[in-house]
């Protein structure tokens, strides 16, 4: 008995250490940058260390982490996928074995969004890194006493200049871009030179060209080095001045510490109880992940664009770039309206900056540091204005976004990675309502068109139909009736290619034919680009966000709409996974036909809600996330595309989601925790409570706002951003009574 006692007492002191411990950490505690490190398919998620939508941000450069080796050390990564710009080697030994960068073996990894550390155990050296805004500082630990310390700093396309005790310099980006650095370190260097052979010549001031490099060398015996460096879009002497701005001290850890508080900070908008670790880990985690893009580039209130290659006044007013629009537009731009409305407003402002500055004046797509490089298909800027200003946002010049928004919709071509003028194919698509697939047998002839990306038609047309939507949305905000009645009639042109027979979007030729045979799982080529983008007819099947009521209707009404999502779900892959991801590798994360790893699926577990079973979205949505969204390396199904499908995470572990940019209103899912108290842009939280709750209860049995009874299975932004509480009452057990009468299912194309 004394034996039992003794072991339930000991349980019980862990139980209480493990308690206090979960209690005593804070959100960036849960940050778990590793998640997704190792892809199903295509890009790895990457783990990022920076500061919140800050210039700088770099991580270890390898292919995944299963890669065996690092290439040198990052000191800014300008693409969200890109690799660095410049590289930091520490090296000992030999010069003969020196180069522009080292490949090292590595160990004892340690990373957080604010903090980066490990042993390059080969050589025997050891690395801390923290970052600030546009500044950052390492510290390289040397164990070999009897050796020279060096420091090997490279460009891979510029140019370095030294003055014997710093290094500033450039890298070139492409399209009149470049960055610039400068860096210093807190023990002066023996000689800082070009290196040949065994001898460091210190007779180059300037070097320049592919892989330039020079090395710094430091006596034997040198045990650490600290080294602090800016970064700059406008001048080497700017980055030099985001330096001295930012980091002050050669001590890394206060750096850090300043990186943590600015993590908690922002994290904490969000506050979780209840729920597991792993949980909690995958929510905050997902959350970290929206704040990686878009980054701010003003520097002491200029900033330089790549849209005109000069540097302007940002007028108090932040520049950002670097968003995938196509990926961002569903659920990041959304999340950021509710708790960061601020910076929301200077992204938009920033995108029609960039279009005043471009020639022509068109609204970006795929807005990066070096350009608007015009990827994917559709030109959904354009939902991230309307957006906004139906749930309240005035900072912008509506008209003048319009003008822009229009621009891009109609002047510039939909055919997708193209940056060209409207062609016969658009004019196609003007008169017939729907973008022409290729007939069988035909060849491509239209210059437009790009050769691997393929026209993409019945994606083109259901994507742009929508943007049409917020087009004619903003026109009648405006009182401009003439082009609000073109637009908002356009919108409903899903119809064109909606095939009546089987209930899919099928593409259709110029003849006004639908292509046969064709199977929706397969017949579109690599990517399904020859009909669809990345996702097959069956993910593509539930794409009009912005008229859903319309979609359940012509599916037959809503039992047959129910039971179409169901034979998505249930429609096995139909053939083995090498073949069908062969073809589809962006078609990832699979329940049946459905693709949780690609963003223009993140709406369809909603879709229940509209046919008024919230029941199954409840279920669909708790589900989905187990199976796909774990704080594991292989935790994320698909490309993540920095926020654009973690935002899917963080609203439905919240408990609802933004179906339909553009109309002010949210579909309810079931929350996964059991208190979320969110902090609104406003000044005042809103919290979503769960009674009952337990992990298993994933099913709403009744709710309540501000404590009226609620039995719709949505709610608007306007009584989000009043405040107040969103209560559920949770059990194990579906009640499909809640919110399932006529009245109270979402509202489509308009709100009532």
């Given at each position: 008995m004394k034996s039992f006692l003794s072991v339930l007492w000991t349980c019980f002191l862990s139980f209480q250490v493990a308690s206090a411990q979960a209690q005593s950490k804070t959100p960036v505690d849960y940050v778990n940058p590793y998640i997704g490190n190792i892809s199903h398919l295509l890009v790895p998620t990457y783990p990022t260390v920076h500061l919140p939508n800050s210039m700088l941000r770099v991580y270890p450069e390898r292919e995944n982490f299963t890669g065996n080796t690092i290439n040198g050390l990052p000191l800014i990564v300008t693409s969200h996928r890109g690799s660095s710009a410049f590289n930091l080697s520490p090296f000992q030994g030999d010069l003969l074995n020196a180069g522009s960068t080292i490949h090292y073996g590595y160990d004892n990894e340690i990373i957080t969004p604010y903090y980066y550390a490990v042993d390059l155990d080969d050589e025997g050296i050891y690395v801390k890194y923290a970052p600030s805004h546009q500044s950052g500082i390492y510290q390289i630990a040397f164990s070999q006493a009897n050796k020279a310390s060096y420091l090997i700093f490279n460009t891979r396309d510029g140019e370095l200049v030294t003055d014997g005790k710093t290094i500033t310099g450039y890298q070139k980006l492409g399209n009149q871009t470049q960055v610039y650095i400068y860096l210093e370190t807190n023990t002066p260097p023996l000689k800082i030179g070009t290196h040949k052979g065994q001898t460091i010549q210190t007779t180059d001031k300037t070097t320049r060209g592919n892989n330039a490099y020079y090395i710094m060398e430091f006596p034997k015996g040198t045990s650490s080095v600290t080294l602090r460096y800016g970064v700059s879009f406008i001048s080497a002497e700017q980055a030099q001045k985001n330096l001295r701005r930012e980091i002050n001290t050669y001590d890394l850890e206060k750096v850090a510490g300043k990186g943590r508080d600015l993590w908690n900070e922002t994290l904490g908008k969000i506050a979780v109880t209840g729920g597991t670790e792993n949980e909690k880990t995958v929510f905050y985690t997902s959350l970290y992940r929206t704040y990686e893009r878009m980054i701010c580039i003003s520097e002491d209130g200029k900033y330089f664009s790549a849209y005109d290659g000069k540097v302007h006044e940002d007028k108090g007013t932040p520049f950002y770039v670097d968003d995938w629009i196509w990926d961002t537009y569903r659920?990041?731009?959304?999340?950021?309206?509710?708790?960061?409305?601020?910076?929301?407003?200077?992204?938009?402002?920033?995108?029609?900056?960039?279009?005043?500055?471009?020639?022509?004046?068109?609204?970006?797509?795929?807005?990066?540091?070096?350009?608007?490089?015009?990827?994917?298909?559709?030109?959904?800027?354009?939902?991230?204005?309307?957006?906004?200003?139906?749930?309240?946002?005035?900072?912008?010049?509506?008209?003048?976004?319009?003008?822009?928004c229009k621009?891009?919709?109609?002047?510039?071509?939909?055919?997708?990675?193209?940056?060209?003028?409207?062609?016969?194919?658009?004019?196609?698509?003007?008169?017939?309502?729907?973008f022409p697939a290729l007939a069988v047998g035909e060849k491509e002839t239209v210059?437009?068109?790009?050769?691997?990306?393929?026209?993409?038609?019945?994606?083109?047309?259901?994507?742009?139909?929508?943007?049409?939507?917020?087009?004619?949305?903003?026109?009648?905000?405006?009182?401009?009736?003439?082009?609000?009645?073109?637009?908002?009639?356009?919108?409903?042109?899903?119809?064109?290619?909606?095939?009546t027979e089987t209930r899919f979007f099928h593409p259709k030729d110029s003849f006004g034919n639908f292509i046969q045979p064709f199977d929706y799982r397969y017949s579109s080529g690599i990517g399904a680009r020859d009909a669809y983008d990345e996702n097959n007819g069956w993910v593509y099947r539930w794409d009009v966000p912005h008229n859903v009521g319309d979609l359940v209707n012509m599916?037959?009404?809503?039992?047959?709409?129910?039971?179409?999502?169901?034979?998505?779900?249930?429609?096995?892959?139909?053939?083995?996974?090498?073949?069908?991801?062969?073809?589809?590798?962006d078609h990832t994360g699979n329940v049946g036909q459905f693709s949780m790893g690609n963003e223009p699926a993140m709406h369809i577990p909603y879709l229940y809600n509209y046919a008024g079973q919230p029941w199954r979205t409840q279920k669909r949505v708790r589900n989905l996330l187990t199976q796909w969204f774990r704080n594991d390396l292989m935790g994320i199904p698909g490309d993540e595309d920095g926020g654009g499908l973690t935002s899917f995470v963080v609203f439905s572990m919240m408990g609802f989601?933004?179906?339909?940019?553009?109309?002010?209103?949210?579909?309810?899912?079931?929350?996964?925790?059991?208190?979320?108290?969110?902090?609104?842009s406003n000044g005042k939280t809103f919290e979503v409570v769960c009674r009952n709750y337990a992990p298993e209860n994933k099913f709403i049995q009744s709710a309540?706002?501000?404590?009226?009874?609620?039995?719709?299975?949505?709610?608007?932004?306007?009584?989000?951003?009043?405040?107040?509480?969103?209560?559920?009452?949770?059990?194990?057990?579906?009640?499909?009574?809640?919110?399932?009468e006529d009245n109270a299912v979402p509202p489509s194309f308009e709100m009532k």
């Open positions: 659920a990041t731009h959304p999340l950021r309206l509710i708790i960061e409305a601020e910076m929301e407003s200077d992204m938009i402002n920033s995108f029609l900056r960039m279009a005043d500055q471009m020639q022509p004046n068109w609204m970006p797509t795929f807005p990066e540091v070096n350009g608007d490089s015009r990827r994917m298909n559709c030109n959904h800027g354009v939902s991230t204005v309307l957006d906004a200003y139906n749930k309240g946002m005035r900072s912008f010049d509506l008209a003048r976004a319009y003008q822009v621009a891009a919709i109609t002047e510039k071509t939909l055919a997708p990675w193209s940056s060209k003028p409207a062609g016969v194919l658009d004019q196609f698509y003007k008169d017939h309502g729907y210059p437009e068109v790009h050769s691997w990306e393929r026209r993409q038609p019945a994606a083109v047309t259901l994507g742009t139909v929508y943007d049409e939507w917020c087009l004619g949305n903003i026109a009648k905000t405006l009182g401009d009736k003439k082009d609000a009645d073109y637009f908002l009639k356009r919108s409903l042109n899903y119809h064109t290619i909606f095939n599916m037959g009404g809503k039992m047959s709409f129910v039971e179409e999502l169901e034979r998505m779900y249930n429609t096995p892959l139909g053939k083995g996974r090498p073949d069908f991801h062969h073809q589809f590798g989601y933004p179906v339909t940019p553009g109309l002010p209103m949210y579909v309810i899912g079931s929350p996964v925790f059991e208190k979320q108290t969110i902090k609104l309540k706002l501000n404590g009226k009874v609620w039995n719709k299975s949505w709610f608007s932004h306007e009584e989000l951003m009043r405040g107040g509480t969103l209560e559920f009452v949770m059990g194990r057990h579906p009640n499909k009574a809640w919110a399932s």
